[in-house]
């Protein structure tokens, strides 16, 4: 069993329990507010840099990227992995949403919920439901997929990525603060557990 897997699935529970936990009140809290605003605000010529990278979290993006890097490295079982974290990036984001299911009125888009929220870009929708994060679930997943056949010194490239999405998630007004990182423990929690399949395999 790996241990980077295996951290990715510990990790991952921790992070999406506590999002979890901190998302289930019927305001948004007055911290995350702030969190927000601080990533919101941030220069508008971060716009480009941190769009690039957050298209690795659109559903067919990010699994043709992840598909390409299987067959760049000729592994099968990698190409096989990323589909299924792809899949389980729809499931959980339903599974989320049905225990969330009474607050869901609360974790609305910053564009409803963050009064003054600044909306970057055509396709950053305004209204409806924003929790957890599905391009940040989906980038995590395929990250904790690809991480055990990345060398040490390399896996700091995909989580500067996952970062990237996160903050972007946050500064285009996508999403709020504790939608994004319920996203970052769902994908390394489905990512992780897709992990630990293909080792045993």
């Not at 007055?30 to 605000?41: G, K, L, S, T, Y």
């Not at 899949?87 to 959980?92: F, V």
């Not at 599905?134 to 990345?150: N, R, S």
Request: charged share 10%; glycine share 12%.
């Amino acid at each position: 069993m790996d241990a980077t897997t295996l951290g990715a699935v510990l990790v991952g529970a921790a992070v999406l329990a506590l999002s979890l936990l901190g998302a289930r009140h019927p305001t948004i809290h007055p911290v995350e507010q702030r969190v927000f605003r601080a990533a919101n605000d941030l220069p508008d010529g971060l716009y480009w840099p941190l769009w690039l990278p957050m298209q690795l979290g659109n559903l067919v993006v990010g699994t043709l990227a992840g598909l390409a890097l299987a067959v760049a490295w000729g592994d099968g079982a990698l190409a096989v992995g990323v589909v299924a974290a792809a899949a389980l990036k729809l499931l959980a984001e339903r599974v989320i949403r049905r225990w969330m299911a009474p607050f869901l009125s609360v974790r609305q888009r910053p564009g409803t919920s963050e009064p003054g929220a600044r909306l970057r870009g055509d396709d950053v929708p305004s209204a409806g439901m924003s929790f957890p994060s599905g391009h940040v679930v989906l980038v995590a997943a395929i990250t904790a997929v690809i991480a055990d056949d990345l060398a040490g010194a390399w896996l700091g490239l995909p989580a500067a990525l996952v970062l990237a999405v996160m903050v972007g998630r946050v500064y285009v007004g996508a999403h709020n603060p504790l939608d994004v990182t319920a996203g970052l423990g769902a994908g390394l929690l489905a990512g992780g557990l897709v992990g630990l399949a293909l080792d045993l395999v």
